[in-house]
Each structure stands twice: as C-alpha cells, then as structure tokens.
C-alpha cells in the first residue's frame, strides 16, 4: 500500500487544526486504498498549537508533530515536514484550509498514473485580498521571470503533491536563503497545475504583513538570480560612457567659449544623482553578500525543541 504524508506547517494555528484535521479526515476516510501520514510542524506558537497537535497525536497516531524552538519561518518548518516524512508521495498544505483537501484524491490519481512527478496548484483569483498586496505581486512574479532562469508561477502556492523522488532532491539542497517557490521549479520533474479559485482563510488571520511579503520577495530575486548584480555594472557603465561625452562637450565649450564660472546647480545635481546610484548599487552587491555571509555560517534552518 502507498503511503501518502501530509506536511502541516503551522504558526498560532490553534484555532485552525482541529478544523483542518476535520476537513482532512473526511477526504482520508474516502482514500480506503491508500496510508496516510499528517504531520504538523510547529513553527514555535506562541498559543496552544503544539498542546492540540499533542492532543490529536495521543488521539490518531497517523498524526505526528514536530515543534521548534522558536518560530524559525514557513520555508523552515516545509523543510524540517520534507525531511521528517516517510511518504511514498509527499504533500505540504497550509493549516488554514485555503489549501482545499479536496484536491487530494485527484493529485493522487494523477501521480500514480506516472506521468507527472509533481501536482501544483495554482490560484486564478486573488479575491478577498487587499488589491494594492495583489498589484504588487503581480509585479514581482513580472520582474523575477524577466530576471530568472527558473521560471516561477504567478499564483503558485506552496500546496503540491510530490513524488519521493522529487522531495528528495529537494532536501539535498541545504541552503540557508530557502525560497521554496524558485526551488521547486529548479529541481525541474513534470509538473501539472491544477486551478482554483482563491479561498480566505477559515480562522485566525494571516501572518504575513505586506513588508514580510516584500522582504520575502527581495529574498526570491537575490536567492534566484543575479541580474542586479549585472544592472548595476550596466548602469556604471552608461554612467561612464555619459561622463566621456559631457567630458569633450565641455572642452569644446570651454575652448569656443572661455570659461565664466557658474552652472555649480547643475554639479551639485548631477553630484546627488550619481551618489545615490552609487549606494544603490552597493546596495545591491550588499545583499548578496549578506546573503553568502550568511550561507557560509552553516547555521542550521530550524532546531527541534520536541517531537513525538
Ligand atoms: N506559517 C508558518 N510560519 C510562519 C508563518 C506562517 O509556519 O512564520 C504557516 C501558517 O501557520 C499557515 C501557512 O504558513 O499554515 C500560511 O500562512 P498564512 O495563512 O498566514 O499566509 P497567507 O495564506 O495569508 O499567505
Ligand atoms: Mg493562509
């Protein structure tokens, strides 16, 4: 018999997993052929997550859980769930059922036909979303494929169906910036994306403010490409090429002309400018090598405080 596991990850959900487990029951209870793993990673609450996941656990021992020192992040807590699973198909769900468990029987039958390795799933609205967090998305998903070999999916959400093979090569990778949305795609396999609309969470609210969405999608560009690096030397570039020109215009100028002082406005102008793109580009050479600073301190991703 395959075995499916179901990674939870999970951050001041208490309100949320006794609903998901719910939900999730009456969809494994319909899948008679198939074992099933739930594992839910506690991503250090602060509320009584871990004592529900416990209490579920001592209840149904196909529930398993893992919970963290602190709250080390989603990417993290994916990571630790991938690691932990012993699922023949591996899948990731969020706790607030706008993953719909729905899906699952029809993933399963995809998979197990063989031709895909991966099932994605994709949302085609963002209804219920504050539309200027949307518009910003939809510039970042523009600017990051513009940027990127990998290609990410505009709406792509972290709910997929795996094969082994594939969550495997996804664990090998250990880096420390984990963008999972580029690392899924980077490890290639086929996938399928199923489409649906937007579902809004069913309790609790939602843990990511707009700026740990913009900080999250910094950390995609900088994890999945290098183009800014290569902007900033092209803007250096031009800058130069620039110079030369005002160089020989103002000899000429000076030689036709004589030279009366003034047009220190301009200077002074043209001195903020190229400042300013001087500390952008640094910047951007900043945050890469942040990011290999941190990459070369090994620190691990997550710590386990308990487990069952
Ligand atoms: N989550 C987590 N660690 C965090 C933040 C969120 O494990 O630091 C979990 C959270 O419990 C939920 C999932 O990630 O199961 C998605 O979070 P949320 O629903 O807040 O995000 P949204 O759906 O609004 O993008
Ligand atoms: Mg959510």
């Not at 006794?18 to 609450?45: A, Q, R």
């Not at 910094?218 to 490409?225: D, P, Q, R, S, Y």
Request: proline share 3%; with cysteine; aromatic share 12%.
């Amino acid at each position: 018999m395959k075995k499916i596991s179901i990674v939870v990850s999970c951050y001041n959900e208490e309100e949320t997993i006794t609903l998901f487990y719910k939900e999730i029951n009456k969809v494994i209870n319909k899948m008679k052929n198939v074992n099933f793993e739930i594992i839910f990673v506690d991503d250090g609450s602060k509320d009584k997550t871990l004592e529900v996941c416990k209490d579920l656990h001592k209840k149904d021992k196909k529930v398993k859980y893992i919970s963290f020192s602190r709250n080390f992040g989603k990417e993290a807590a994916m990571l630790a769930g991938l690691e932990y699973a012993s699922g023949d198909y591996v899948t990731l769900m969020d706790a607030d059922l706008q993953d719909p468990p729905s899906l699952l029987p029809e993933m399963y039958k995809i998979l197990e036909e063989g031709n895909y390795d991966c099932v994605g799933t994709r949302r085609v609205t963002r209804k219920g979303e504050p539309s200027i967090r949307s518009f910003f998305a939809r510039c970042f998903y523009k600017l990051i494929n513009k940027m990127s070999k990998v290609e990410m999916v505009d709406g792509a959400r972290d709910y997929r169906f795996m094969t082994r093979q594939m969550v495997d090569s996804i664990i090998n990778m250990k880096e420390y910036n984990r963008y999972s949305k580029g690392l899924f795609s980077f490890v290639g396999f086929k996938t399928k994306w199923l489409e649906y609309e937007n579902i809004e969470r069913v309790a609790g609210e939602t843990k990511w403010s707009f700026w740990k969405l913009f900080k999250y999608a910094l950390e995609g560009i900088v994890a999945f490409t290098t183009a800014p690096l290569a902007i900033a030397s092209i803007i250096g570039i031009i800058l130069f090429l620039l110079s030369l020109i005002a160089i020989i215009f103002i000899i000429i100028k000076t030689l036709v002309f004589g030279d009366p002082v003034g047009g220190w406005p301009s200077l002074a102008c043209i001195l903020l400018c190229v400042s300013g793109i001087q500390l952008l580009c640094m910047g951007i050479i900043g945050q890469y090598l942040a990011k290999t600073y941190l990459e070369t301190k090994r620190r691990p991703i997550y710590i386990i405080k308990e487990t069952d």
